[in-house]
């Protein structure tokens, strides 16, 4: 059974920084589809970065240039670093992993393996 928990969210003021991480465990590696997601309060969550098998990297707009996805040679661990950080990058942010491929696109894709989410809350 494969877990993800995240951890590094926090309080930050504008400008600064923050790098999430997610530790799985269970049986993941580095063929694993992961990416990262976040939800503000009473709206959708939202894909902002993916990372596939072959370490290929997506980001949705409002994030390129500002948050850089990675993950460990085992493939256990997967991070979000997170740079000029703005207000309203606060949200939950949650990691998720998939073993297969998928003809969506990454930002429409589902995945069969969720974290419990981590607080970012960026102050003004």
């Known amino acids: 059974q494969v877990q993800l928990v995240e951890s590094g969210g926090g309080s930050v003021q504008a400008g600064g920084s923050l790098r999430l991480s997610c530790a799985a465990s269970?049986?993941?590696?580095?063929?694993?589809?992961m990416g990262w997601f976040r939800q503000e309060p009473q709206k959708a969550r939202e894909a902002i970065a993916f990372i596939d098998s072959d370490g290929n990297t997506e980001y949705v707009s409002f994030v390129k240039g500002r948050f850089t996805i990675s993950r460990d040679n085992a493939g256990n661990t997967l991070y979000l670093q997170m740079n000029s950080l703005k207000p309203e990058d606060t949200a939950m942010y949650y990691c998720?992993?998939?073993?297969?491929?998928?003809?969506?696109?990454?930002?429409?894709?589902?995945?069969?393996?969720w974290g419990q989410g981590t607080q970012v809350t960026v102050s003004s």
């Open positions: 269970g049986y993941t590696d580095s063929s694993y589809y």
């Open positions: 998720a992993a998939d073993p297969h491929s998928s003809i969506l696109p990454w930002r429409n894709r589902g995945y069969r393996h």
